[in-house]
């Protein structure tokens, strides 16, 4: 079983920026990828940016220029820098884990807010 734990999230300004954490309680040596996603209400569930285990990154291209997903291995933790966000950046952030045995593995998510 992995947990993972986000946090980071927040309410900011149109333009400000947020750097969202997910703590894994396991290595990052045994997994596919990990990756961000986020839901919006009334939406569903997006991609938001991934990372495979090669440190790949792929992201949405509504974010693209704006956030940067990152990873530091020793701490078993991935973030998400969130620059110039948006109005409709708004939704709730999630982090998944991808396991080489094929299990996905999902957060509690952490609400993002932003103001126009």
């Known amino acids: 079983q992995v947990q993972l734990v986000e946090s980071g999230g927040g309410l900011v300004q149109a333009g400000g920026s947020l750097r969202l954490s997910c703590a894994a309680s396991?290595?990052?040596?045994?997994?596919?990828?990990m990756g961000w996603y986020r839901q919006a209400p009334g939406k569903q569930r997006e991609l938001v940016a991934t990372?495979?285990?090669?440190?790949?990154?792929k992201y949405a291209d509504s974010v693209k220029g704006r956030f940067t997903f990152s990873r530091d291995n020793a701490k078993n933790t991935v973030y998400l820098q969130m620059n110039s966000l948006k109005p409709e950046d708004t939704a709730v952030y999630y982090c998944?884990?991808?396991?080489?045995?094929?299990?996905?593995?999902w957060g509690q998510g952490t609400q993002v807010t932003v103001s126009s």
């Open positions: 396991r290595s990052f040596f045994s997994i596919n990828a």
């Open positions: 998944k884990l991808d396991s080489a045995s094929g299990r996905d593995y």
């Open positions: 990372i495979t285990r090669g440190g790949h990154i």
